[in-house]
């Protein structure tokens, strides 16, 4: 067997997947390497939120160019993700998130996103069920949606085996090959050496240890977080309500009926710990009750964890690494899948083309971590 690719991508959640379509459309030889299962890292374990309400201009101008990825995804690649635009409601209950938020919607507005602030009882016209005791506006933004990760991935990974790309599940990669400064291919826990040029680190939070195999000490770390999702009722458009306070959450109705959320704990959990806790089921069902009072009825199907692959401002990593050929689309923080489509495309242009769309230089690698994304 030919072992020789034009680029070889290590990781098959949304990153690995979208790149590796893009570049199979361009007529590269495309390797897909994933040690588990396609879906089994963050991907799916997400909660399926899709947002452009970001602060910085290449974030979302990345996010709106994802949104328009995902709503011709079905002709794209034949496969039904079930996108919607159930839209995003960010919850001011204090004068200092009104302020933030009417300010990063003066920014949001430049690019053109169709955002506003709302006030609660326009909120509650949007969304009857929504409890706006204390509620002093929202930041909406009806374009905003959500779409299922893992049609998502299946469609990208077929695209790809459409394309002439292979894919290889249950191999990991343990070795990156790096001669003189340039990689020339990668060695599995089966012993087996692949060839290329190029190389791309999409491993998410197994991103650090993935860099290190040649040398590159990426900065970034897994971060733990819990999700749930509830039996399906009738759906009623609810959008994703995200409640910013210590003891909010975020949560949406997914088009099937449930609802699918988790809250960032107070205290950062690190690591990639994929066990539930009692607590956090306890604890995400006494939020969703409090934003939403008549989910007091509905069970909880499952729970489970997964990690979002962090860096110290909560934008991503894209780029090449000081290792010619050896590029990495990592540090998705918890936005990876609602941008993975256009980073995925951005990044096979940039390989093919030499080229990014805009000033992506809030992505480059080496670079100087400052204020931290405000809408993380
Ligand atoms: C609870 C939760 C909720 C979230 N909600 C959202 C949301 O609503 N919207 C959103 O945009 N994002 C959300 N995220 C974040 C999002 O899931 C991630 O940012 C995104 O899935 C990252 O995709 P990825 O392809 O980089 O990583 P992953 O999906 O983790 O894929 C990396 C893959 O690399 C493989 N791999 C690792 N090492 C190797 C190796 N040595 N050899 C071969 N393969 C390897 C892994 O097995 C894995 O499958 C959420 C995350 C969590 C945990």
Known sequence: MNKNYDVIIIGGGVIGTSTGYYLSKSGMKVLLLEKDYLTAGSTGRCITGVRQQFSTPATIRTAMSAVKLFENMKDELGVDVEWTNSGYMFMAHDEAKVEAF???????????????????????????????????????????????PFKVVLGYARGIR???????????????IVEDGHVKGVTTAAGVTYHSSRVINCAGPWAREVGLMAGIDLQVEPERHEALITDGVQYENMPMLVDYRADGGYFVQRVTGQFIGCFTPEVQVPGKDKSSTLEFMKEMSRRMCKIVPALENVAILRQWAGSYCMTPDGSPIVDETPVKGLYCSVGMSGHGFMLGP???????????????????????????????????
């Open 102 to 148: 009417k300010k990063n919607i003066e920014i949001q507005r430049k690019f053109g996103l169709d955002v506003s602030f709302i006030t609660a009882s326009e909120a509650k016209a949007l969304v009857p069920h929504l409890d706006t005791d204390q509620l002093l506006g929202v930041a909406w933004c009806p374009s905003d949606g959500q779409a299922s």
């Open 342 to 376: 256009a980073l995925g495309k951005f990044l096979a242009e940039y390989i093919v083309d030499g080229t990014w769309p805009f000033d992506m230089s809030e992505f480059a690698y080496g670079r100087k971590f400052g204020d931290k994304e405000a809408m993380a």
């Open 162 to 176: 459409d394309n002439g790309g292979s894919i290889i599940t249950r191999q990991e990669v343990t070795d990156i």
